[in-house]
């Protein structure tokens, strides 16, 4: 027998006889050329390759897609691309480099289809390997095929080390692809990768018109998918694990429309929504409760939206519940009024937790003055607030990320800029300092905005804010 060990094999698998090798090598139809046209993505991604070419003269950029992850013992999870990759290449395969080379020439290096004749482990690989065989995991792209559909020089992987060998200055997004990392030779510069990771997050802060139409239609999906849970809270208040049974039902349009959820949805019931990353999602409904939904529908490009409507369960809200929600509800209303070129991007953050403040001091929560609390030596009302009231989307839910705090979070809002706002109030179920009619409460309202010549778009207006509207339109859609 043919020792075969380095294939990607399963402790469970059943021997492979040299019969069976041997039939296995024959009888395959040619399915080659099955391209079709380019993805929608090639012509601007090439811009952005570009781009970021000129941004680094005559030095080799390396981009990796990543790898596959494993969830538990030999099973993976669903392949996710890194976004920088996908932002350069449109392409979604796991294993992929991109290499920009010193005259700014890019060539994507890639695991190219199994061949069905090629003599030893080469030729078993489409049948036998878990991870990568066409039979277990679906057929890949051949190097012309892929060129065809990535519109980009493309070649096989194993020729990846030989186009990084040399001396030429090089960078690469590190930490993505282990070993990649391995094969670019050190930097003089200790800082020079970091520099690279902070501009092809840069890079991104401004979409353009294909990225704000990607945008678009996942909020429009997520919409839809909102409204699918308000149709479902009968059968979800009937279920003891309601959060999940709501969970269930927006991922179900996430998936039908999309590429699936852009990240975990927070589906939080009663006082689950002063957990500001609850996605345990294993909590029942309640009628006199609010429910938290915090999700959005990721696009089939990657690009996703991010949403938040705190709902009355029955419909309608309680007195204090409406109380809380209002004053949430003007916070946002404060802050998206300040969307506009050459606004600082902290400030709707501020105008989102004056309002609040000034709220809590009203109610008698908030026990110094509203200048005082929001004094930076103070910052006491954030007890009941705390996060920032917003962030850049696109194809990462918190984007841009690894940006300078001088172009991002100290910088100001430009035209093509995506943001949430996103203000809150938790009120803890155990917080002595409240009312015992305001514990348990918690309240966020996110909407997604696109920045403007003249102010800001509300992506999300297809879901309703102010309370009187979001009990009309619950309304309509349980009794329609």
Known sequence: ????????????????????????????????????????????????????????????????????KVRSNDSDYRFRPHSAFVYLTGVQQPDHVLVIDTSGAATLFLRPRSPRSAPGEAGQEFYRDRRYGEFWVGRRPDLAEAETLYQVECAPLSELPAALSGGAPSRVLRGVDPSVDVQ??????????????????????????????????????????????????????????????????????????????GYEPIVASGAHACVLHWIRNDGPLAPDELLLLDAGVESDHLYTADITRTLPVSGRFGTIQRQVYEL??????????????????????????????????EWGVLKVRPDEAMSPGSGVYRRYTLCSSGHMLGMDVHDCA???????????????????????????????????????????????????????????????????????????????
Do not use: C
């Open 328 to 361: 949430v509800y003007e916070a946002q209303t404060a802050a998206i009024g300040v969307l506009r070129p050459g606004a600082r991007f902290r400030d709707f953050h501020q105008a989102a937790m004056r309002v609040i403040a000034e709220g809590l001091y």
């Open 402 to 480: 690894k940006a300078r705090a001088e172009v991002y979070l100290d910088g100001v809002l430009e035209e093509g800029q995506v943001l949430t706002v996103e203000p809150g109030l938790y009120l803890q179920p155990d917080d002595l300092t409240l009312p015992p009619e305001f514990r348990g409460i918690g309240v966020r309202i996110e909407d997604d905005l696109v920045i403007t010549a003249d102010g800001a778009r509300l992506m999300s207006s297809g879901l309703p804010r102010h309370p009187g509207e979001i009990e009309r339109w619950m309304s309509g859609l349980l009794t329609g």
């Open 184 to 261: 670019v030779r050190p930097h003089l510069r200790r800082d020079a990768d970091a520099e690279f990771a902070s501009f092809l997050s840069e890079m991104r802060l401004i979409k353009d018109e294909w990225e704000i139409a990607e945008l678009q239609s996942a909020v429009d999906s997520t919409v839809r998918g909102f409204e699918d849970v308000v149709r479902a809270l009968p059968a979800a208040l009937r279920h003891p694990r309601g959060e999940r049974y709501v969970e269930g039902v927006f991922g179900l349009r996430a998936r039908l429309e999309g590429n699936a959820n």
């Open 1 to 68: 027998m043919t020792d075969h060990t380095a294939l990607n094999i399963g402790s469970h698998d059943l021997p492979v006889s040299d019969a069976l090798i041997e039939f296995m090598s024959t009888g395959w139809a040619d399915t080659g050329d099955r391209a079709g046209a380019p993805l929608p993505v090639t012509v601007w991604a090439a811009k952005r390759r570009a781009a970021l070419a000129a941004r680094f003269p005559g030095e080799r950029l390396v981009i990796p897609s990543g790898t596959l």
